[in-house]
């Protein structure tokens, strides 16, 4: 595992997007593994900047998205579908009809959940894998457990992810209590893992993923185990790290 210990929240955006941005130019027909969240919004701008300066080419890239909220529409402004239109790819020469998200609207969970690993396999697997991690220690949705789940599958958020997400729906009601996500060995199977952490309220969920005991307790923990990982955080993320 490699750390990059970064200032503040832009400059470990623009860290991130140079690694993405890198994975494009050596391959620019890869299968990126892509997030969402307020993470990685930084890094999307900074990539968009560099489309539009014509540094980068999206045409051959391929994404999978890691979940998706069950029973969100794509018009649904809180859908991660819409996130990734808004914030990547429609500012970007991306192929839409090779970028995928799990579906959220149908309604049988094993239907969904196979067709999704279904996709990913068909594209080949992932090249670079895009992750955020939660205060609990979440990634995608992967919330801590007994196990490990090892791929897509429904999850019930926890209360505290859904207290996190509250702010973005009219109401709590509104908030979903479901998702669909992709599993640990769907994440732990990307040849390369990127993982961007901001903030001081991340600093006990990196603290715990990377200088913690493997648990399914704190899914971040089991990327201890993958060869090639790669964290960028700020010094408020890493703050209750010895390193």
């Known amino acids: 595992?490699?750390?990059?210990?970064?200032?503040?929240?832009?400059?470990?955006?623009?860290?991130?997007?140079?690694?993405?941005?890198?994975?494009?130019?050596?391959?620019?027909?890869?299968?990126?593994?892509?997030?969402?969240?307020?993470?990685?919004?930084?890094?999307?701008?900074?990539?968009?900047?560099?489309?539009?300066?014509?540094?980068?080419?999206?045409?051959?890239?391929?994404?999978?998205?890691?979940?998706?909220?069950?029973?969100?529409?794509?018009?649904?402004?809180?859908?991660?579908?819409?996130?990734?239109?808004?914030?990547?790819?429609?500012?970007?020469?991306?192929?839409?009809?090779?970028?995928?998200?799990?579906?959220?609207?149908?309604?049988?969970?094993?239907?969904?959940?196979?067709?999704?690993?279904?996709?990913?396999?068909?594209?080949?697997?992932?090249?670079?894998?895009?992750?955020?991690?939660?205060?609990?220690?979440?990634i995608g949705f992967n919330e801590p457990a007994d196990t490990f789940e090892k791929e897509t599958h429904c999850v019930n958020l926890t209360q505290s992810t859904i207290d996190a997400n509250a702010r973005f729906f009219a109401s709590r009601e509104e908030v979903p209590t479901q998702a669909y996500t992709m599993g640990i060995k769907n994440i732990m199977s990307a040849k390369k893992i990127l993982v961007v952490a901001s903030g001081e309220d991340k600093a006990d969920a990196v603290q715990k993923s990377f200088f913690g005991p493997i648990t399914p307790h704190v899914p971040g923990s089991v990327l201890q185990l993958h060869p090639d990982v790669v964290l960028v955080a700020d010094e408020a993320a890493l703050s209750k790290c010895s390193l």
Not at 22 to 40: D, E, R
Not at 64 to 90: A, C, I, P, W
Request: glycine content about 8%; hydrophobic content about 35%.
């Open 1 to 138: 595992m490699k750390i990059c210990k970064t200032k503040d929240y832009n400059d470990m955006s623009r860290k991130a997007a140079n690694l993405i941005s890198a994975q494009i130019i050596m391959k620019p027909n890869c299968v990126l593994g892509l997030a969402t969240g307020s993470s990685p919004i930084g890094a999307y701008k900074q990539l968009i900047e560099w489309y539009n300066k014509g540094d980068l080419d999206f045409s051959e890239v391929t994404s999978v998205n890691l979940d998706e909220y069950r029973g969100l529409t794509h018009d649904n402004d809180q859908s991660y579908y819409y996130f990734m239109q808004e914030n990547l790819f429609k500012h970007v020469n991306i192929d839409a009809s090779r970028t995928f998200v799990p579906d959220g609207t149908i309604e049988d969970a094993q239907e969904a959940c196979s067709a999704y690993n279904e996709i990913i396999r068909s594209v080949g697997g992932i090249d670079l894998q895009l992750l955020g991690l939660g205060r609990n220690g979440h």
